[in-house]
């Protein structure tokens, strides 16, 4: 706590200009403090006039029961691999979507393989702006195909 000697001079000329500042902040500081000992008081006196309840557990029901299907379990024929993704060995080819009027790059489609089932998502296709030019182009991937083919450096052989 500071005393009147260690007040710098410039807070001992503000106080003494605004001598009603300081003692309503003073009494507010009191107010504040008598408050929170008349809350703990309450407390303290709630604590000790309550009795303490001993920790019983809550008696719970049983939740409804619904009416469901019997589970029937699955029979695979012997030998049989799980797998995720079955080939059909049929030969399809790709379902390629054909370009569409440029959108701003919104739209993406999906290129299908149809040999697996469920299909397989091969790569997806659409408008895209160019890395290197910044002009608008379809690209036929737009994950890995950045650049159209004006900008696109030439790809080794291998």
Not at 71 to 77: F, R, Y
Not at 143 to 148: G, P, V
Request: net charge positive; aromatic share 6%.
């Amino acid at each position: 706590m500071t005393t009147l000697a260690d007040t710098p001079a410039w807070l001992a000329a503000w106080q003494a200009d605004n001598r009603e500042r300081v003692e309503a902040g003073a009494k507010r500081a009191a107010e504040q403090a008598a408050q929170r000992e008349a809350r703990a008081a309450q407390r303290a006196a709630r604590a000790t006039s309550t009795p303490k309840r001993e920790a019983s557990p809550k008696p719970r029901t049983a939740p409804a029961q619904r009416a469901q299907a019997p589970k029937v379990e699955k029979v695979k024929p012997a030998g049989a691999k799980a797998r995720l993704h079955e080939p059909q060995g049929l030969g399809h080819d790709l379902e390629e979507p054909e370009a569409w009027p440029w959108d701003g790059g919104r739209r993406r489609e999906q290129v299908l393989d149809h040999n697996f089932r469920p299909p397989r998502v091969v790569r997806q296709v659409g408008w895209r702006c160019c890395m290197k030019c910044g002009k608008a182009y379809f690209s036929q991937d737009v994950i890995r195909q950045r650049m159209c083919d004006g900008c696109r450096p030439e790809q080794p052989p291998w």
